[in-house]
């Protein structure tokens, strides 16, 4: 049902729209980001890095729109869920497009070292999962479907295995040969970044879920990140 | 998918007092008949004591009524039948052989509009503790008009000039003079027909303020169209609808993620 006053309902729905523009945004930078890293393209490194600029501006114009939204009209029940989700949802977003921009800077410090293209593609898959993850959950936030957000909860896992592997494989390349450290250093960070990509993801996935029933998730999410315990011995 | 239900029975949606206080007034199957209209549809909810509960609804929902039957308004209005259960503390207050004057010493009352006595201000507090015998002498009736003033938050405006008349305060002084009149005669429960509807924000807030004091000794029913100043006051919320008590709860969870679709249409200002 639309409110009695029908620029609320502009307000809100002006919101919604500003965090599906700067998601679109991010998804892009990400993505852009590890295209950069495997085909060692400085100059998309580059646009990543000059394109997070808009992404801190649209954050700061949603904050800005829903401060004046809260004071403007006192929003009550969903109204201010979706108000305070959109505020949370624009925070995730901002700092996966700080990732990426630090994913791209690190194709600029990679460039000239001999690059293990099998370890890259590690990286690539791990990408492919993460972008899969934030496409999904900005639906589930933009059609509010609670459902679709907690699928996307439940698959970081996959992202968080696919990152332990990744450690200990980079760890052997590093053993086997210290010419190999710089690289490999810069390749564990890109991948940390995907990583933290992916709890980004799971977060927005939680704020959806706050938004749709007014409730947070009261299990833990499944979590398979191995790398904090790996050891060198170990690996 | 979303937490809202629709309900179309009328059945109310209820939330347990998540604090557990004891319940001073309890009501079941209440309902007002005006002539051949009936206004109230069946209406049962317990208040709890100490806090503040609030109704809220859209006008002709049946709040104010409802909240006339607690202290038995609604035996002044002529065709006004009222059936069903309401007790305070275990006592039925429609019991025939209850003195009303002696229950609306018990439950007071405070109006939309401030209303004092073409009175001084003094006599505006003193009136109540007169005509209930409560003062054994001329200093036991200035302490208890003093310590009323005291409790509203009125006393150190006032205390220079307690023989002008009542009527010459601003209205928000006028207001806080009637909540001490109310409060002179050590009632148990404090209605509230939107208080604060004739005053301005600043006199708003602190009758809003005296009212979470207030809370500390007194069960205050507050009828009110401000839904920000519901969520400000009260520890539970009431909502009706046509007659009907839709929902009840704790108001933290009435304001933030309500149960039933009607309380979260009329709270975020979609009602048709």
């Given at each position: 049902?639309?409110?009695?006053?029908?620029?609320?309902?502009?307000?809100?729905?002006?919101?919604?729209?500003?965090?599906?523009?700067?998601?679109?945004?991010?998804?892009?930078?990400?993505?852009?980001?590890?295209?950069?890293?495997?085909?060692?393209?400085?100059?998309?490194?580059?646009?990543?890095?000059?394109?997070?600029?808009?992404?801190?501006?649209?954050?700061?114009?949603?904050?800005?729109?829903?401060?004046?939204?809260?004071?403007?009209?006192?929003?009550?029940?969903?109204?201010?869920?979706?108000?305070?989700?959109?505020?949370?949802?624009?925070?995730?977003?901002?700092?996966?497009?700080?990732?990426?921009?630090?994913?791209?800077?690190?194709?600029?410090?990679?460039?000239?070292?001999?690059?293990?293209?099998?370890?890259?593609?590690?990286?690539?898959?791990?990408?492919?999962?993460?972008?899969?993850?934030?496409?999904?959950?900005?639906?589930?936030?933009?059609?509010?479907?609670?459902?679709?957000?907690?699928?996307?909860?439940?698959?970081?896992?996959?992202?968080d295995?696919?990152y332990t592997s990744l450690f200990r494989?980079?760890?052997?390349?590093?053993?086997?040969?210290?010419?190999?450290?710089?690289?490999?250093?810069?390749?564990?960070?890109?991948?940390k970044?995907?990583e933290?990509?992916?709890?980004?993801?799971?977060?927005?996935?939680?704020?959806?879920?706050?938004?749709?029933?007014?409730?947070?998730?009261?299990?833990?999410?499944?979590?398979?990140d191995a790398s904090i315990t790996s050891?060198?011995?170990?690996? | 998918?979303?937490?809202?239900?629709?309900?179309?029975?009328?059945?109310?949606?209820?939330?347990?007092?998540?604090?557990?206080?004891?319940?001073?007034?309890?009501?079941?199957?209440?309902?007002?008949?005006?002539?051949?209209?009936?206004?109230?549809?069946?209406?049962?909810?317990?208040?709890?004591?100490?806090?503040?509960?609030?109704?809220?609804?859209?006008?002709?929902?049946?709040?104010?009524?409802?909240?006339?039957?607690?202290?038995?308004?609604?035996?002044?209005?002529?065709?006004?039948?009222?059936?069903?259960?309401?007790?305070?503390?275990?006592?039925?207050?429609?019991?025939?052989?209850?003195?009303?004057?002696?229950?609306?010493?018990?439950?007071?009352?405070?109006?939309?509009?401030?209303?004092?006595?073409?009175?001084?201000?003094?006599?505006?507090?003193?009136?109540?503790?007169?005509?209930?015998?409560?003062?054994?002498?001329?200093?036991?009736?200035?302490?208890?008009?003093?310590?009323?003033?005291?409790?509203?938050?009125?006393?150190?405006?006032?205390?220079?000039?307690?023989?002008?008349?009542?009527?010459?305060?601003?209205?928000?002084?006028?207001?806080?003079?009637?909540?001490?009149?109310?409060?002179?005669?050590?009632?148990?429960?404090?209605?509230?027909?939107?208080?604060?509807?004739?005053?301005?924000?600043?006199?708003?807030?602190?009758?809003?303020?005296?009212?979470?004091?207030?809370?500390?000794?007194?069960?205050?029913?507050?009828?009110?169209?401000?839904?920000?100043?519901?969520?400000?006051?009260?520890?539970?919320?009431?909502?009706?609808?046509?007659?009907?008590?839709?929902?009840?709860?704790?108001?933290?969870?009435?304001?933030?993620?309500?149960?039933?679709?009607?309380?979260?249409?009329?709270?975020?200002?979609?009602?048709?």
């Open positions: 049902m639309e409110h009695t006053v029908s620029a609320y309902d502009d307000d809100l729905k002006a919101i919604a729209r500003m965090v599906t523009e700067i998601g679109g945004l991010a998804e892009r930078a990400v993505g852009d980001s590890v295209a950069a890293l495997t085909r060692l393209d400085l100059a998309l490194a580059q646009r990543v890095v000059a394109g997070d600029k808009e992404l801190d501006r649209l954050q700061h114009e949603i904050e800005e729109k829903a401060i004046l939204v809260i004071a403007r009209r006192q929003p009550m029940a969903n109204d201010l869920r979706e108000i305070v989700g959109a505020m949370r949802i624009a925070n995730d977003i901002e700092r996966i497009g700080d990732l990426a921009k630090n994913i791209a800077k690190r194709v600029v410090a990679i460039n000239g070292v001999f690059p293990n293209k099998q370890l890259i593609t590690g990286v690539e898959h791990m990408c492919e999962i993460a972008l899969q993850q934030l496409k999904r959950v900005l639906d589930a936030f933009a059609s509010q479907d609670d459902q679709a957000a907690g699928a996307v909860r439940q698959r970081d896992d996959e992202i295995a696919l494989e980079l760890l052997t390349y590093m053993m086997e040969d210290p010419r190999n450290l710089t690289f490999c250093i810069h390749l564990l960070f890109c991948a970044n995907i933290r990509i992916g709890d980004h993801a799971t977060n927005i996935a939680e704020s959806v879920h706050y938004v749709v029933t007014g409730r947070s998730y009261e299990e833990e999410r499944p979590k398979a050891t060198i011995s170990g690996s | 998918m979303s937490a809202v239900q629709a309900t179309t029975a009328f059945d109310t949606v209820r939330t347990p007092d998540p604090a557990n206080r004891p319940i001073k007034i309890h009501t079941a199957s209440v309902k007002v008949t005006y002539g051949q209209k009936e206004a109230l549809h069946g209406v049962s909810i317990d208040i709890p004591e100490r806090a503040v509960t609030a109704f809220i609804g859209p006008s002709g929902c049946g709040k104010s009524t409802f909240l006339r039957c607690i202290n038995r308004m609604n035996d002044t209005i002529a065709g006004a039948r009222v059936e069903g259960t309401i007790k305070l503390d275990d006592q039925d207050i429609y019991d025939p052989d209850l003195d009303v004057v002696e229950l609306r010493a018990r439950v007071g009352m405070v109006f939309q509009k401030p209303n004092p006595f073409p009175k001084s201000i003094f006599d505006n507090v003193a009136y109540g503790p007169r005509i209930h015998g409560l003062a054994r002498s001329k200093a036991d009736l200035e302490e208890i008009v003093v310590t009323s003033l005291q409790k509203a938050s009125l006393f150190n405006e006032v205390k220079d000039r307690l023989n002008e008349p009542g009527t010459g305060l601003s209205g928000g002084q006028q207001q806080r003079l009637c909540i001490a009149r109310a409060i002179a005669v050590s009632p148990e429960v404090i209605l509230m027909d939107e208080p604060c509807s004739a005053l301005d924000p600043i006199a708003t807030a602190k009758v809003e303020e005296l009212i979470d004091e207030l809370r500390a000794n007194f069960t205050i029913v507050i009828v009110t169209h401000s839904m920000q100043q519901a969520a400000r006051v009260s520890q539970r919320t009431a909502f009706f609808h046509l007659g009907h008590l839709i929902e009840e709860g704790p108001t933290d969870h009435v304001f933030t993620n309500p149960l039933e679709q009607r309380t979260q249409d009329y709270i975020t200002g979609r009602f048709g």
